[in-house]
C-alpha cells in the first residue's frame, strides 16, 4: 500500500470513530415546519462539530454565542461579570425584530407584572411570555451547555410562521452555561481523556472524573445551592438580569444517574414550601404534560412524582416559586463522557443532550401556549403577596449586629440580590424586652415586593406536611448570621433612610500609644485586620479574661479576646508601628484604643493573661477521602472573605512533605492515611503551637493519629422506624438529620468563642454525627442546648439524642467541630469559631480530647 493510501485510511478510520457517538444536527432540532437560514452558522459551520459529537468547552461556547449574536437580528447578547477564573458569563435575549426594537418597553411592562398598583393597566394579551433557561449548572452535567447550541441555533435560524408567532409572543433568554469554570473542567477532563475507537467502558478514565469534580464552581460550591445565598459572582450577576426581566417560567437542566429515565417537575406532592402561591402545583403538572409529550415522542420512558423536591428554596428550580413564576427541574440520564455502557444499559451522549433540547422546545410551548396564563399568575402572586404582607401580624424586623459593620455588609449583600430593602432605624426601641438603638440598628420592613423571599429568609420552620426531603429543612439567615433580631408589630416612625451601602465603622484613628494599642474582636473586619499586622511583623497578644482599663478619667471595657499591641516588642520603631496600624485598619472597621500606661483595673498589660498570638500558616489536606464541598466552602473563607493563604495539599504527598512550614492543618474527609504518616502527624502535633481543625467524621482521623479518642453516640433504633419493605426500599423513615438550626450554650471564656457578643449560638446541624459525653467537661465550649430545635425537621428520636449533647471539642493538638462551621458560606454565627480556632490554636486546654 502507498504512504498517501495507507494515510488515506487511517484518515477515514478516524472520522468514522469520531463519528461513531455524533447525530446530525437536525436530531437536536424539533419537528415543524420551518426553513433555516443560510446566514446564521451552525454549531458544526463554526465549531466543527455536531451538538453531543464533542463537549464543548466554554470557550467554544462563548464564542459561538457573540457569533450568534452578532449574525441574528432577533439576539441581543448580555455578558453580566465574570468567575472566579475570569470567564464571562454571558446571556443571550431572544425575541423577534420587532420585540427587540421595543425591548425597554418590553421589560418595563414585564416588571409592572411585580407592582399591584399598576398591574391592573397591563393587557395580559398583548404581552409576551419571558421565559428563561438555564442550562449545566453543575459542571459535569454537561448535556445542558451542550443542547444550548441547537436551542440558540434553532432560534436564531429558524423561519416560518411557528417560529415567527414563538418570538412574537416570547421574550426568551439563555444562560447556555451557569458555571463556565466547571464546565471547562468537564470538557477537558472527558475530551482529553476519550479513546477513539469507542471504549464503553463505565470504569475507563473517560468516565471516572477524579475528586473534586467539575460538578462545583472554583471553590467546589454546589452553585444550584447558591440562588438563595448569593455567595458567588456566578449567582450574583445571574440575578442582577433574572430581576431585571422577572420571568413567568424558568428550566433549569441537570442530569442524574447513568440509568435513571428522564425526570422533569412537579416532584413529590408532600414536600411543599407553604410560602409559595397555591396555583404552582397545578401549573406545573400542566406544563409537565407538554414535555411527556416531547420525552415519549420516540417512546421513552420517565417519571415525575418522586425523588425530588421543590422544599429548599436556593434551587434554580424552587426559587422562581417565589416570584410568582413555575420553576420546573429537569434530571437526564447521564453519559459522564461520550458513550458508555452501565449495568448492560447503553448510554449515548448525543441522546442525552436531544432529551435536554427536546425539554427546551416543550417548554416554550408551554410557555407560549400558556402565556396570558403565567402571566396573569405572576401578577396575581405580587397582589397576593402584597395583602398578606399588610394583613400579616409581623409588620417587619428589627436588626443589631453588636457593632459589626462586616457582618452588616454581608447581610445587605444578600438582601440586594433579591432587591430587598433595609433602612437605618430612625429612633430607639425596646422589643421583647430588647433594646435597639438608633446608631448601630436597621429596619427591615416586610411591606415590601419580595415579601415572600424575606419570609423566606427570616422565618423559622418547624410545621411540615411531609419529612422526606431531597435537601435541607431549615435555612433562617439571621440565625446563621447570628444577628440580634426581633419581629415586629409596627413600623410607623421607626423607617429612616434607605441603605444603599454600609461602609467601615469608620473609627478615629488612635493617636501614637507609648505602651501599645487595644481593640476587641466585635467585627469580623478584625480577623483581616490580625492578619495583616502579622504579616507585617507585628506582634500581638490576646486577653484571656475581660478587663476594665481607665484612660484620662474614662473607663474602657474590654472582653474575652481583646487584642493588645505592645510597642516595646516590636522590632519597628513606634512611628512606623502606628502607620501600619492606620493603613491596615480599612475603613476604621475595627476601634482602637492607644495606651499610655501598662495600669489596668483587675490587671495590667504586662500580666500572664495576655498571651502570645502567632501568625497561622495553614495546610488543608485535599486528595483521597476529602469532603471536597465542605473544604472548599473553608478555602473560599479564608481566601474570599479574610484574604488568607492556605496550602491546599494532597494526602498523597504527606509522607515526603516537610510538615514544618504549617502550624495548622485542616481536615474534613474520610482519610485513611497509613501508620507511618499517622505517626508524623502525631509528632507534628505535639509540637509547641500546632493544631489540627478537624471537622465532622474526620474525628476517626483524628483518632487513627492518636491524639483524641473521640466516639460518637450510637443510634439505638437505627433504621428499625423502617417497618417493612417498601420503607426500607424507598428509605422512608430514615434517622439521617436533614439540616436543622440548633441552639447551643456556649463557654465564652473559651478561646473558640472570643469576639461573640451572645450568650448562644445557632449551629447547622446535617448528617448522623452525634458526639458522646466529654471526659471533661472544659474541652467542651460549644453544647447543644437541653431545648434545641429552632428551625427545621428533626426524628424525636434525634431530638433526645442532640439534647446536651457535644457540638465541639478543644484540647491538645485538636479542635474538632462535629457540624460543618461555614455551612454554604453564610453561616457566618460559626465560621467566627472557626477562625478563632486558627489563631488562638495555641490557647487551647492542654488535656487530651476524649469523650465516654
Avoid at 502507498?2 to 485510511?9: A, D, L, N
Avoid at 507585628?538 to 487584642?563: N, Q
Avoid at 440548633?742 to 472570643?754: E, Q, T, V, W
Amino acid at each position: 500500500m502507498s504512504k498517501i493510501k495507507h494515510i488515506m485510511v487511517v484518515l477515514f478510520a478516524m472520522c468514522v470513530q469520531i463519528t461513531a457517538y455524533s447525530q446530525e444536527l437536525n436530531y437536536f432540532l424539533p419537528e415543524g415546519d420551518y426553513t433555516l437560514n443560510p446566514e446564521i452558522p451552525t454549531p458544526k459551520q463554526f465549531l466543527g462539530f455536531n451538538p453531543g459529537e464533542h463537549h464543548v468547552s466554554h470557550d467554544q461556547l462563548l464564542f459561538y454565542m457573540r457569533e450568534l449574536a452578532i449574525k441574528s437580528p432577533r439576539i441581543i447578547a448580555k455578558e453580566i461579570g465574570v468567575t472566579y477564573e475570569n470567564r464571562p458569563l454571558i446571556f443571550l435575549v431572544i425575541s423577534s425584530i420587532d420585540n427587540i426594537a421595543k425591548i425597554d418597553d418590553i421589560q418595563k411592562n414585564q416588571l409592572l407584572l411585580t407592582d399591584p398598583a399598576k398591574s391592573s393597566t397591563l393587557n395580559l394579551n398583548d404581552m409576551p411570555a419571558v421565559l428563561w433557561f438555564g442550562y449545566s449548572v453543575h459542571g459535569n452535567e454537561a448535556s445542558g451547555v451542550n443542547a444550548s447550541l441547537a436551542v440558540a441555533y434553532y432560534l436564531a435560524a429558524a423561519e416560518g410562521a411557528e417560529i415567527e408567532k414563538i418570538l412574537k409572543e416570547s421574550v426568551i433568554i439563555i444562560q447556555p452555561a451557569q458555571n463556565p469554570d466547571g464546565i471547562q473542567r468537564f470538557a477537558n477532563w472527558v475530551n482529553s481523556a476519550r479513546s477513539y475507537s469507542g471504549v464503553t467502558d463505565q470504569f475507563s478514565r473517560e468516565f471516572r472524573e477524579q475528586a473534586p469534580s467539575s460538578r462545583s464552581n472554583h471553590y467546589w460550591f454546589d452553585l444550584n445551592r447558591d440562588w438563595l445565598l448569593g455567595q458567588h459572582p456566578e449567582t450574583y450577576n445571574r440575578m442582577k438580569l433574572f430581576h431585571d426581566w422577572h420571568p413567568v417560567l424558568v428550566s433549569d437542566y441537570h442530569e442524574q444517574g447513568s440509568t435513571s429515565s428522564p425526570y422533569f417537575s412537579p416532584g413529590m406532592k408532600g414536600s411543599v414550601n407553604e410560602i409559595v402561591p397555591a396555583g404552582n402545583r397545578k401549573l406545573t403538572e400542566d406544563i409537565a404534560l407538554y414535555h411527556a409529550d416531547a420525552i415519549t415522542s420516540d417512546g421513552s420512558l420517565f417519571f415525575t412524582k418522586e425523588v425530588y423536591d421543590n422544599f429548599y428554596p436556593g434551587k434554580g428550580a424552587s426559587y422562581p416559586d417565589l416570584l410568582g413564576a413555575i420553576g420546573i427541574l429537569y434530571e437526564m440520564p447521564s453519559s459522564r463522557g461520550h458513550h458508555q455502557v452501565v449495568n448492560g444499559v447503553t448510554v449515548k451522549f448525543p441522546d442525552i443532550v436531544r432529551y435536554q433540547a427536546m425539554c427546551s422546545y416543550s417548554a416554550i410551548k408551554a410557555g407560549i401556549d400558556k402565556r396570558i396564563e403565567l402571566n396573569k399568575y405572576k401578577m396575581e402572586a405580587y397582589r397576593e403577596a402584597s395583602n398578606m404582607a399588610s394583613k400579616g401580624l409581623t409588620k417587619g424586623y428589627v436588626i443589631n449586629s453588636n457593632g459589626d459593620k462586616s457582618l452588616m455588609r454581608e447581610l445587605l449583600h444578600i438582601l440586594s440580590v433579591h432587591r430587598i430593602d433595609i433602612y437605618a432605624l430612625a429612633k430607639d426601641v425596646t422589643v421583647n424586652g430588647r433594646k435597639f438603638e438608633e446608631s448601630t440598628s436597621y429596619i427591615l420592613p416586610l411591606e415590601q415586593k419580595e415579601y415572600r423571599i424575606i419570609r423566606t429568609l427570616f422565618d423559622k420552620l418547624t410545621h411540615y406536611v411531609d419529612t422526606t426531603f431531597y435537601d435541607i429543612t431549615a435555612w433562617t439567615l439571621p440565625l446563621a448570621m447570628n444577628l440580634n433580631y426581633q419581629p415586629i408589630s409596627a413600623t410607623a416612625g421607626l423607617i429612616g433612610s434607605k441603605v444603599e451601602k454600609i461602609n467601615g465603622n469608620n473609627y478615629s484613628e488612635p493617636e501614637l500609644g507609648k505602651v501599645g494599642y487595644l481593640f476587641e474582636l466585635k467585627d469580623l473586619g478584625s480577623y483581616n485586620l490580625m492578619y495583616s499586622l502579622q504579616k507585617k511583623g507585628i506582634k500581638l497578644k490576646v486577653a484571656d479574661m475581660p478587663f476594665t482599663f481607665e484612660k484620662d478619667g474614662v473607663k474602657h471595657f474590654f472582653d474575652y479576646g481583646t487584642i493588645f499591641i505592645p510597642v516595646r516588642e516590636q522590632e519597628q520603631s513606634p512611628d512606623i508601628i502606628h502607620k501600619q496600624i492606620v493603613e491596615l485598619n480599612n475603613q476604621g472597621c475595627v476601634k482602637m484604643l492607644a495606651v499610655h500606661t501598662s495600669m489596668g483595673v483587675e490587671f495590667d498589660l504586662g500580666s500572664s493573661h495576655f498571651q502570645r498570638v502567632t501568625l497561622p500558616k495553614i495546610a488543608i489536606i485535599v486528595g483521597r477521602g476529602a469532603s471536597y464541598s465542605s473544604i472548599g466552602e473553608l478555602w473560599h473563607l479564608l481566601d474570599q472573605k479574610y484574604n488568607i493563604p492556605a496550602s491546599l495539599i494532597d494526602a498523597a504527598m504527606l509522607s515526603d512533605l516537610d510538615l514544618a512550614a504549617y502550624n495548622t492543618i485542616i481536615i474534613n474527609g474520610n482519610y485513611r492515611f497509613p501508620k507511618d504518616v499517622n505517626d508524623k502527624l502525631k509528632s507534628w502535633s505535639q509540637m509547641t503551637g500546632n493544631r489540627f481543625v478537624a471537622i465532622d467524621q474526620s474525628y476517626i482521623t483524628l483518632n487513627e493519629i492518636g491524639i483524641s479518642d473521640i466516639k460518637e453516640i450510637a443510634d439505638q433504633r437505627g433504621v428499625s422506624a423502617q417497618t417493612n419493605y417498601i420503607d426500607s426500599r424507598y428509605n422512608r423513615g430514615n434517622t439521617n438529620i436533614n439540616g436543622v438550626i440548633l441552639k447551643a450554650d456556649i463557654d465564652r471564656g473559651n478561646p473558640l468563642l472570643y469576639g461573640v457578643n451572645s450568650d448562644n449560638l445557632y449551629i447547622f446541624k446535617r448528617g448522623r454525627t452525634i458526639i458522646s459525653e466529654p471526659a471533661a467537661l472544659f474541652t467542651v465550649p460549644v453544647k447543644y442546648s437541653k431545648d434545641p430545635l429552632v428551625s427545621g425537621y428533626l426524628s424525636a428520636s434525634n431530638l433526645e439524642r442532640v439534647k446536651g449533647m457535644t457540638s465541639v471539642l478543644t484540647g491538645r493538638g485538636a479542635v474538632y467541630f462535629s457540624d460543618n462551621p461555614n455551612f454554604r458560606a453564610y453561616w457566618f454565627g460559626t465560621s467566627r469559631l472557626f477562625m478563632n480556632a486558627i489563631f488562638f490554636r495555641e490557647l487551647m486546654p492542654n488535656a487530651m480530647i476524649q469523650t465516654k
